[in-house]
């Protein structure tokens, strides 16, 4: 890992750019694996014979390709090299926590209650109504609480999907898996939300999220389940792989 200045000064292009470059080759050839922390931006600035100003520059944008991310007072780390064109992205069916979340999740908790109809219900749901169920789901890592979902969907769909509220583990597998092998369509929007409306569990860096809004259709006439999906935009990897 030899980087001599003089190698840097035969390019036109901005030196960032170059940086960039010689950054992304090291971490493709694993000599900064996945998970592992960078050197400090004082050390890799000198390792290169470039401004900090510069690095960050090249840092900002290996963040931005989902290749780095920074975790306030504790530095860059190399995130999990994904194969994009193997990747399953926004534009199938399924579960986008999954989909856009980086790292593993190990468990998920959930709590449910019953609701009065209200006007934000029958707006997302677009349907007639005795009562709503809201779900709230916690995904966890290693016990701490990475992301969050919540859920709205008609009484009615309760039957409609032969779902026992009595069976939380039938209930969560419906709503986090099922539902999407059962539907023909979606809808999604893609939002940013500075907090994330968890009461329950503390979510590490929520000021700044990501916010997936999904209506999940089975019948046309109006969508089985409204989710929305916060996901702190540090551990956000959003794809969709566009084809004509």
């Known amino acids: 890992m030899n980087i001599k200045p003089e190698d840097l000064q035969k390019t036109k292009r901005p030196l960032f750019a170059v940086i960039y470059d010689k950054l992304y080759t090291l971490i493709m050839d694993g000599t900064f694996p996945p998970d592992s922390r960078l050197p400090t931006e004082p050390e890799l600035a000198k390792l290169f014979g470039v401004s900090r100003m510069t690095l960050r520059h090249a840092l900002s944008r290996l963040q931005e390709d989902g290749l780095v991310k920074n975790i306030h007072g504790k530095g860059n780390f190399i ?13 199938k069916l399924g579960n986008p926590i999954y989909k856009c979340l980086s790292g593993k999740i190990d468990d998920v908790e959930m709590q449910f209650r019953i609701e009065l109809i209200t006007d934000y219900a029958k707006q997302v749901l677009n349907r007639n109504m005795t009562a709503v169920v809201a779900i709230e789901r916690w995904y966890k890592r290693n016990d701490q609480a990475v992301a969050f979902a919540f859920t709205v969907m008609a009484i009615e769909a309760v039957s409609e999907l032969n779902l026992d509220l009595q069976d939380e583990s039938q209930l969560l597998d419906m709503i986090d898996n099922k539902v999407y092998e059962l539907a023909n369509s979606a809808t999604i ?6 907090s994330i409306p968890s009461l329950k569990y503390e979510i590490p860096n929520d000021k700044d999220c990501d916010l997936i809004v999904e209506s999940v259709y089975i019948s046309d006439k109006y969508p089985v389940v409204y989710n929305k999906f916060y996901i702190p935009t540090e551990s956000s990897q959003i794809t969709i792989n566009a084809a004509r």
């Open 79 to 91: 995130t999990k090299f994904h194969d994009n064109k193997n990747m399953t992205g926004l534009e």
């Open 189 to 194: 929007e893609l939002k940013r939300s500075d």
